[in-house]
């Protein structure tokens, strides 16, 4: 598209919300109760040369300055979680509770996510408290785990009253109902500290492939309602304590980073949980219809030069750059 049509697009859209991975935190409040679900102005898809492309690569210009961090941030996320860019904290370490949703929860197409908003939750971590805000989904992970992508990935977005924003990123795989798809999981872990008969001769057998997890088959049970972006539908009720106790069972993989949305800001407490979720291949199907494709590319190494000022400007350079130094 011209300039023109582009800055007049752009004005047409200042006003609204960019719904992104911090929709509800005080980077983009949530819209006052009975307004209309924001629909987000940046998307996934077309490459650096398209001026037209709302993805990615053209991230930093679709709101600048505001978006600056998306090309020039050198804390940027997603990345590879490989050893040596996180620190492992156990779940025993952090605190986390989240209120269970008797009622059913709202759940909303933003156009880039589809987001459940949620009712109470405390996460403390790193002597920082931090409130739950909502949580959405990424098709397919984000993070990659050790160079692997995988099916999904969850991000539970917290604040804190200094208005830090913490994030708990959870892998969803799709439960195959044959071979082992993810090593063993928590409840089979905690299957082990049984000590009947029954439970000893299991945990000799090959692991069991993974369950889906129930609380995130009722979620999707509903995404069909919410196809078209902009829609809301209330979910069953949801009972959370199933996701806690798999955070609180197993490690988590943290760092700082930042969100992996418009405007990319930096600073986020990330805690990528090293337990994994699951859906049927029945719900990966339904979900994945309505998500469509929304993961940005990975990152850089947390501290090395943005990936996009490295092709803009040859690493050289951006490496100066990145260091604050003038060049000469
Ligand atoms: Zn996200």
Do not use: C
């Given at each position: 598209m011209g300039l023109l049509l582009q800055s007049l697009l752009i004005t047409a859209t200042a006003t609204r919300v960019f719904a992104s991975c911090a929709y509800g935190t005080f980077l983009q409040p949530r819209a006052t109760e009975g307004e209309e679900v924001p629909v987000s102005n940046f998307g996934y898809i077309g490459n650096i040369a398209d001026t037209d492309s709302q993805g990615p690569l053209n991230w930093a210009a679709l709101e600048s300055p505001a978006n600056s961090a998306c090309a020039t941030g050198t804390r940027q996320s997603p990345i590879d979680m490989t050893e040596g860019v996180f620190q492992l904290v156990e779940g025993s370490d952090i605190q986390v509770q989240v209120n269970d949703m008797p009622e059913g929860a709202e759940f909303e197409n933003l156009g880039t996510t589809v987001e459940v908003i949620t009712q109470g939750g405390t996460l403390v971590s790193g002597g920082k408290q931090f409130e739950l805000q909502q949580f959405h989904f990424?098709?397919?992970?984000?993070?990659?785990?050790?160079?692997?992508?995988?099916?999904?990935?969850?991000?539970?977005?917290?604040?804190?009253?200094?208005?830090?924003?913490?994030?708990?990123?959870?892998?969803?795989?799709?439960?195959?109902?044959?071979?082992?798809?993810?090593?063993?999981?928590?409840?089979?872990?905690?299957?082990?500290?049984?000590?009947?008969?029954?439970?000893?001769?299991?945990?000799?057998?090959?692991?069991?492939?993974?369950?889906?997890?129930?609380?995130?088959?009722?979620?999707?049970?509903?995404?069909?309602?919410?196809?078209?972006?902009?829609?809301?539908?209330?979910?069953p009720p949801l009972v959370m304590s199933e996701v806690v106790d798999v955070i609180k069972a197993n490690a988590l993989q943290t760092y700082s980073g930042s969100l992996t949305t418009p405007p990319c800001s930096?600073?986020?407490?990330?805690?990528?949980?090293?337990?994994?979720?699951?859906?049927?291949?029945?719900?990966?199907?339904?979900?994945?219809?309505?998500?469509?494709?929304?993961?940005?590319?990975?990152?850089?190494?947390?501290?090395?030069?943005?990936?996009?000022?490295?092709?803009?400007?040859?690493?050289?350079?951006?490496?100066?750059?990145?260091?604050g130094a003038v060049p000469a």
């Open positions: 990424h098709l397919p992970s984000e993070h990659l785990d050790n160079g692997t992508s995988q099916a999904m990935e969850m991000h539970m977005v917290w604040q804190s009253a200094e208005q830090e924003i913490a994030v708990i990123g959870m892998y969803i795989n799709v439960a195959d109902g044959g071979a082992v798809a993810n090593g063993t999981a928590p409840a089979a872990k905690r299957d082990l500290n049984h000590n009947s008969r029954f439970f000893r001769r299991q945990a000799a057998a090959p692991p069991a492939a993974t369950a889906p997890t129930n609380v995130l088959e009722t979620i999707f049970s509903v995404v069909d309602q919410i196809s078209t972006p902009g829609t809301k539908v209330k979910t930096e600073g986020v407490a990330w805690h990528v949980s090293t337990a994994k979720l699951s859906v049927s291949p029945a719900t990966f199907v339904r979900a994945a219809n309505v998500i469509g494709f929304n993961s940005r590319f990975p990152q850089n190494t947390p501290g090395q030069p943005n990936i996009l000022m490295i092709s803009a400007l040859g690493s050289a350079a951006a490496a100066v750059a990145a260091s």
